[in-house]
């Protein structure tokens, strides 16, 4: 954990802050923009890149990849710059919780992939070159996208040790739950065979 050094209330601003950054949903900003439609009828009705994907747009599916990463990252530099490390952890939790339960969308959000990723390199950007790493190399063996973020997330707390980046590790491992608490449904269809390969049906 980091040192804590920051005052409660100014804590507790950072926390809200980044909440409401990383509750905007880029991925039906981005589909409507583009004419894509409405997301939340699409496919899994998942507000992240995955899905934009399945209307058959790489573009949009990478805009809104680079924007849902952007905002975790963009709270915890901002954080980080205008008050402290333990700020920034939080503004990024909170950043992160946001984007999976959005107040706009009665807290109905995304997985977390693209906004786990962002984070990782925000703030410690050798973790997140081993992520980012970690989950093409699951991917392209196994296709499974879900597969591939779900051993990511597991390997991340481990990264923060072997890297030196033990102040990490408590926000790593709460990091690590979200994203299989998010996946749950993708964990039972891997365990069924019934999870869609990457590739299939423009996933």
């Known amino acids: 954990m980091p040192d804590f050094v920051t005052p409660t209330m100014i804590l507790a601003a950072w926390a809200v802050a980044g909440y409401l950054l990383g509750s905007i949903p880029f991925g039906i900003?981005?589909?409507?923009?583009?004419?894509?439609?409405?997301?939340?009828?699409?496919?899994?009705?998942?507000?992240?890149?995955?899905?934009?994907?399945?209307?058959?747009?790489?573009?949009?599916?990478?805009?809104?990849?680079?924007?849902?990463?952007?905002?975790?990252?963009?709270?915890?530099?901002?954080?980080?710059?205008?008050?402290?490390?333990?700020?920034?952890?939080?503004?990024?939790?909170?950043?992160?919780?946001?984007?999976?339960?959005?107040i706009w969308l009665k807290f109905r959000g995304g997985k977390g992939v693209s906004t786990f990723f962002g984070l990782l390199f925000a703030l410690a950007w050798p973790i997140g070159l081993a992520a980012g790493a970690t989950w093409l190399i699951v991917a392209a063996i196994f296709r499974y996208s879900s597969l591939a973020a779900l051993v990511t997330a597991t390997l991340t707390p481990l990264f923060m040790i072997i890297l030196s980046q033990s102040q990490l590790l408590t926000l790593s491992i709460a990091l690590t739950l979200l994203i299989f608490w998010r996946h749950k449904e993708n964990i039972s269809r891997l365990v069924r065979l019934q999870e869609s390969k990457i590739g299939k049906n423009n996933f």
């Open 29 to 102: 900003v981005v589909a409507r923009l583009m004419g894509l439609g409405d997301l939340r009828q699409i496919g899994s009705g998942n507000i992240g890149a995955t899905n934009v994907l399945r209307t058959g747009s790489r573009l949009g599916a990478a805009l809104t990849l680079i924007a849902d990463a952007g905002k975790a990252g963009a709270a915890v530099l901002l954080a980080r710059a205008l008050v402290a490390d333990d700020a920034a952890q939080l503004a990024g939790l909170a950043a992160f919780f946001g984007h999976c339960y959005p």
